[in-house]
C-alpha cells in the first residue's frame, strides 16, 4: 500500500524541539521528503533523504530515518514562531514521478 | 514565491457546473502535476503531465481531465461539478520527468467551493 500516516497536531513551546513523525507502509521508497505548508500558501520542500542513509540534518533541521519500523521524523531545534505550519512527510512512489503525502501534522508554537 | 502561478485563486460555482483552473509552471520546468487537498482525503496526486504528454496518473475522476499546452501551462477542467468537489487545488512543477530530483515547486493553490 501507499499510505503515509502523521498526528494531526503538535504544540510546542517556543524554544523547544519540535519533532513530527510519520509511518508509511510501502518499503520500496527511494526518497523521503518533508514539505512545509504555511497558511494560505502551498507547500514547500524543506527537506529530503535518500533511503540508504539513516540521518540528515540541515541547520535547524534534522530527518531520522528508521527503514525497519517504516518511520521517519523531522526535529526541529528551537522552534519558532515562524515555524507553526502544516508539516507533510512524503514517499516517492514508482510508475511516474509521483509523490504520496502523508496528512499533514499541524505544528503550533506558542510563547 | 515558487515561480508557479494559478487562475483563479477563488472560485465559487453551483452544482453540475464545469470549471477550469489554470497553472504556469516555473520557467524551465517540463512537468506539472495537479494535487486535490481537502478536510477528508488530505492531498492526493491527480494528474502528471510532461513537455505535453501524460505522464501519471493519479486518484483523478473521469469528470475531472487535463492538459499541457505547447507553451507548457497546463489547464485542469472539472465538469459535472459535485458537493464534494470543493477543496484547493494545487498546481506543481519540477524541472524533470523520468529522474525525479526530489523537489517539486507549488503553486499557491485554487480553491474551489461548488454550492
Known amino acids: 500500500g501507499e499510505d503515509v500516516e502523521q498526528s494531526l497536531f503538535l504544540s510546542v513551546r517556543e524554544g523547544d524541539s519540535s519533532v513530527i513523525n510519520c509511518t508509511y507502509t510501502d518499503s520500496s521508497s527511494t526518497y523521503l521528503y518533508w514539505y512545509k505548508q504555511e497558511p494560505g500558501a502551498g507547500l514547500q520542500l524543506l527537506t529530503y533523504?535518500?533511503?540508504?542513509?539513516d540521518m540528515k540534518q540541515d541547520q535547524r533541521l534534522t530527518v531520522l530515518l528508521n527503514k525497519k519500523d517504516k518511520h521517519l521524523s523531522l526535529r526541529i531545534a528551537d522552534t519558532q514562531t515562524g515555524d507553526s505550519a502544516i508539516y507533510f512527510c512524503?514517499?516517492?512512489?514508482?510508475?511516474?514521478?509521483?509523490?504520496?503525502f502523508g496528512t499533514g501534522t499541524q505544528l503550533k508554537v506558542e510563547l | 514565491d515558487s515561480g508557479v502561478t494559478q487562475t483563479p485563486k477563488h472560485l465559487i460555482t453551483a452544482t453540475g457546473q464545469r470549471v477550469t483552473l489554470r497553472c504556469s509552471p516555473r520557467s524551465g520546468d517540463l512537468s506539472v502535476y495537479w494535487y486535490q487537498q481537502s478536510l477528508d482525503q488530505g492531498l492526493q496526486f491527480l494528474i502528471q503531465y510532461y513537455n505535453g504528454e501524460e505522464r501519471a496518473k493519479g486518484n483523478i475522476l473521469e469528470r475531472f481531465s487535463a492538459q499541457q499546452f505547447p507553451d507548457l501551462h497546463s489547464e485542469l477542467n472539472l465538469s459535472s461539478l459535485e458537493l464534494g468537489d470543493s477543496a484547493l487545488y494545487f498546481c506543481?512543477?519540477?524541472?524533470?520527468?523520468?529522474?525525479?530530483?526530489?523537489?517539486?515547486?507549488f503553486g499557491e493553490g485554487s480553491r474551489l467551493t461548488v454550492l
Open positions: 533523504i535518500f533511503s540508504n542513509m
Open positions: 512524503a514517499r516517492y512512489t514508482g510508475g511516474g514521478n509521483k509523490l504520496t
Open positions: 506543481a512543477s519540477s524541472v524533470d520527468a523520468g529522474q525525479y530530483t526530489g523537489e517539486l515547486f
